[in-house]
């Protein structure tokens, strides 16, 4: 069975009604980026910070896997699926993804904000100023902030470098770490991106096929699988 890595992003989960992350001029949904996923936005406003992710974790909830997560579910049946997202929703779980790789976290966990490894499943859709983890600091948010080493990028390197076939999908790869990891792919393995955007960089040649995610990787199955 052929090893297919697939690296998700903010285009996949945008079919589901979820908000992209940010838009050209550096703000997420009306947000400062920094003020709101950094450590020193953190360190400035823990109230506010919490509050923001309160209101995604909401729309997360609200949301449903759409096709195209449920297509990549579907695959396990064919191929060996490994899936390393840029999403911090659940929506490949929730569809029936087995192996998933959060690179930048999960909005329904949080953490201790002085021990890293210290993660909890939230059983609400809220964490406030004052909860505590057992150690007893502030629980924040399960994301990885910018300015902060993302944990999961070895492991999704290693699932990158022994691919027979990677799927690039709803992502423009122009955010690093993340950004180099289809550099990583063997020479043999053929690249597939999948948006709707026309230009991007994935690191080597690929196949782009101009398409949602969804329309994709209909495109995909039809014409790249016979």
């Keep these: 069975m052929k090893k297919l890595v697939v690296l998700t992003g903010a285009g996949i989960s945008a079919e589901s009604g979820i908000q992209t992350f940010r ?11 920094l ?20 209101q995604r974790r909401r729309n997360v909830l ?6 195209a997560h449920r297509m990549l579910a579907e695959l396990e049946d064919t191929f060996d699926v490994h899936v390393i997202t840029q999403n911090i929703d659940d929506l490949h ?10 690179l930048h976290g999960e909005i329904r966990k949080s953490r201790s904000s002085v021990d890293d490894s210290l993660v909890f499943d939230m059983e609400t859709d809220t964490i406030k100023v004052g909860e505590l983890c057992p150690l007893g600091s502030q ?5 990885v902030w910018f300015g902060e080493a993302v944990p ?16 690039v999908i709803g992502t423009s790869m122009e955010v690093y770490p993340a950004a180099g990891l289809t550099q990583m792919s063997p020479a043999s393995c053929p690249v597939y991106l999948i948006d709707p955007n026309p230009s991007h960089s994935a690191g080597k040649s690929f196949t782009h096929i ?4 969804s329309g994709g990787l209909t495109r995909w199955l039809e014409e790249y699988t016979m």
């Design 210 to 213: 101009v398409d949602s995610a």
């Design 62 to 67: 609200d949301a449903e896997p759409n096709a």
């Design 93 to 102: 779980e929730r569809a029936g993804s087995s192996n998933i790789i959060h």
């Design 23 to 33: 838009d050209a001029g550096g703000l997420w949904e009306g947000y400062d980026v």
């Design 35 to 54: 003020e709101v996923a950094s450590p020193e936005g953190w360190a400035k406003n823990q109230e506010l910070v919490l509050d923001f992710y309160n």
């Design 152 to 167: 999961m990028i070895e492991t999704a390197a290693v699932h990158v470098m022994q691919a027979d076939i990677l799927l």
């Design 139 to 143: 629980l924040r948010p399960h994301i």
